[in-house]
């Protein structure tokens, strides 16, 4: 076994080498630009994009026309977002999103806001789901947008997405979803799931960084987007700029392999994930599992270690690659936004450990991760006042703290 | 984020682990910080009546490793200085000595809070003029 291992796997993932030698011959001997048209550099350059095109529309239920390529997920959700608001802003300005979404979505969200749109932030559940009821309610007549995450990307719960699609689409609301961290892990499908735009992003599944694409319906409804960016009108006019061809060839390939091999991996994540929760949990009392298990990507564990600070933890086990939703190990120095919106007190949130289990993870590997887990929470249980006052019988919700 | 070598070793062998009697009327204890903000710190110290001398220090830490090895560190410090002279550590010293970054200064704050809080309580308990003595 080899350290340290990466069980961070909802950051971003290694390249799987089968992507990497789609991509390599298009940055040397296949070099050519998709947008010439009349010599054999570009058109080999074309049909590895089209190809690819192709890959992605399948694993997601869609017609190749209807995938765009983009940057990465920030640049699909601002361009769906943005480019909604902009393009329908005649029928209206309000759209619906929800507080547990990423920062491309939520702060995309913020700039539309002081242009004059109106955003409502749904609250969450508990157990991390999205209140249907509670959407209902939010539709106005001036609604014309919803965005809601088909996965999140710290607790990995999956949002009841055709339901909320079924309410857009007997609105007439357009729906986007931000699914990078669901799309190749669990079965995504854009009709079935009633879903308008879809985000998706290369490097959640294998695939390079720097790539994404962008799902636009073309039927009932056809989706209009106000591009961007100005440029040489690409990507049927929504996103100009040469495409990034190894990119997208290695975004294809991700899409195919992941659509393959999904059964297979997600029985494999699955019971990696299950076996790593079982050890922890019993070896160790006061945990606290962060999100539904019951909808929830196989490969997420998100567990409160009460009385022990999630970045002393991350310290103890530093030959294991993993997050916490501890303020001292963000660049805000809050603690996970994302377990606040759950109801989950700051004292939680900052004992938070986030595991993401991907493809190359070994059981060896979780075998070696649990148990350093419970070594060193253990370690620094003995170190921790809370620990001791929680053993001796003492409420700490009632002390007075002297808060700095 | 790098730690220095000194706070990587304060946090894999923190000095003065555990606690001290709070009844004895020659420890006191102080408690700062608060769990929703990330740390909590208990630090007490034993002192020798007679010559006002702290003979014994020890801590527990809710917190970052920053804020481990500051609290490890000041027990470290307080054992045989006077009440007095303890009351000089001041956290730019904690600072220099772990080579904290910017971001964990906060941790040096607390843990010369937790020096003044263990130091005024010991000082309540230790002058006979306050009758009311609280758990």
Not at chain 1, 136 to 141: G, V, W
Not at chain 1, 258 to 277: C, H, P, S, V
Not at chain 1, 392 to 400: A, F, H, T, Y
Request: net charge negative.
């Amino acid at each position: 076994m080899k350290l340290p291992i990466y069980l961070d796997n909802h950051a971003t993932t290694p390249v799987d080498p089968r992507v990497l030698d789609a991509m390599l011959p298009y940055f040397k001997d296949n070099f050519g630009n998709a947008a010439s048209r009349n010599h054999a550099f570009g058109w080999v350059a074309e049909e590895a994009v089209e190809k690819a095109r192709k890959q992605i529309a399948e694993l997601i239920g869609a017609t190749s026309k209807e995938i765009i390529f983009t940057s990465g997920a920030t640049e699909s959700n601002n361009l769906a977002i943005k480019g909604v608001a902009q393009m329908y802003a005649e029928r209206g300005n309000h759209i619906i999103t929800a507080a547990t979404e990423h920062k491309a979505v939520l702060d995309t969200c913020k700039h539309l806001e002081k242009e004059g749109v109106r955003v409502t932030y749904l609250p969450l559940k508990g157990d991390g789901l999205i209140d249907l009821d509670m959407l209902k309610e939010s539709f106005t007549d001036k609604t014309i947008l919803v965005s809601i995450m088909y996965a999140n990307n710290e607790i990995g719960v999956i949002q009841p997405i055709r339901e909320i699609g079924k309410l857009c689409k007997e609105r007439g609301v357009l729906f986007h979803t931000d699914a990078v961290q669901a799309v190749g892990k669990v079965p995504v499908n854009v009709i079935q799931d009633n879903v308008d735009l879809l985000s998706l992003s290369g490097h959640k599944i294998y695939g390079p960084k720097g790539v994404g694409a962008i799902y636009v319906r073309r039927r009932s409804p056809r989706v209009q987007l106000t591009s961007q960016m100005d440029g040489g009108g690409h990507e049927r006019g929504m996103r100009s700029g040469t495409l990034n061809v190894p990119g997208i060839a290695g975004l294809g390939e991700a899409c195919a392999i992941a659509g393959k091999e999904m059964a297979e991996e997600t029985a494999r994540l699955t019971y990696l994930r299950d076996k790593l929760k079982a050890k922890l949990e019993s070896s160790l009392e006061e945990t606290y599992i962060n999100g539904t298990m019951e909808h929830r990507l196989p490969g997420n564990l998100n567990i409160s270690f009460a009385y022990v600070e999630g970045e002393s933890l991350l310290m103890g086990i530093n030959d294991v690659a993993v997050s916490s939703g501890s303020a001292c190990t963000s660049a805000t120095l809050e603690p996970s936004y994302v377990l606040k919106a759950l109801g989950l007190g700051d004292d939680l949130a900052h004992t938070s450990i986030r595991f993401g289990i991907g493809r190359f993870n070994t059981e060896e590997e979780i075998d070696y991760t649990a148990d350093k887990i419970i070594s060193v929470v253990n370690k620094l249980r003995e170190l921790s006042p809370l620990w001791e006052m929680f053993k001796e019988g003492i409420d700490l919700s009632k002390v007075q703290w002297t808060a700095h | 984020m790098a730690y220095s070598n000194k706070v990587i070793d304060h946090y894999e062998h923190p000095r003065n682990v555990g606690s001290l009697d709070k009844s004895d009327p020659n420890v006191g204890t102080g408690m700062v910080g608060a769990p929703e903000c990330g740390d909590v710190m208990k630090l007490q110290i034993k002192v020798d009546p007679a010559t006002r001398i702290i003979e014994d220090a020890k801590f527990k830490t809710f917190g970052c490793g920053s804020a481990i090895a500051s609290s490890s560190l000041a027990t470290e410090w307080l054992k045989g200085k006077t009440v007095d002279q303890a009351l000089e550590i001041k956290n730019t010293d904690i600072v220099t000595e772990l080579a904290l970054p910017p971001v964990k200064i906060h941790c040096s704050v607390l843990a010369e809070d937790a020096i003044k809080a263990a130091i005024t309580d010991y000082k309540k308990k230790a002058t006979p003029v306050e009758t009311t003595v609280s758990a």
